[in-house]
């Protein structure tokens, strides 16, 4: 019996409960059977999508990776002396706080210098 048979329901309401328990339970046995294999199939897909997914995730990021390197080396980052940054960031940073510091002692010392 298959249990899209409606005539199989019709039947089973028909049948006393002593015959009706087993034929259920044998129906539900099988139905359990088939939903069992249609889970372990679904999980099955499942997991195959779950792996090309993450294949294609890493082709993906490493596509990005190779554009951003790209990116990088053509705008951010160039080939330098180390003394020469060293100087240029001297110059930028040390040199400039105590020209800073020098104008904030010298306007404490006159305090009408910025009129003139």
């Not at 800073?100 to 305090?111: C, K, L, N």
């Amino acid at each position: 019996m298959c249990i899209r048979d409606r005539g199989w329901v019709d039947q089973l309401a028909l049948q006393h409960d002593r015959d009706a328990l087993p034929a259920a339970q044998e129906m539900e046995a099988d139905a359990r059977g088939v939903v069992a294999k249609k889970l372990t199939d679904f999980h099955n897909v499942a997991a195959a999508a779950l792996e090309d997914l993450a294949v294609i995730e890493g082709k993906e990021l490493e596509t990005y990776w190779e554009v951003l390197r790209a990116h990088a080396l053509a705008h951010y980052v160039q080939e330098r002396d180390v003394d020469e940054v060293l100087n240029e960031l001297n110059g930028r940073y040390v040199v400039a706080n105590i020209e800073r510091r020098q104008r904030v002692i010298e306007s404490q010392a006159d305090p009408y210098g910025h009129e003139r």
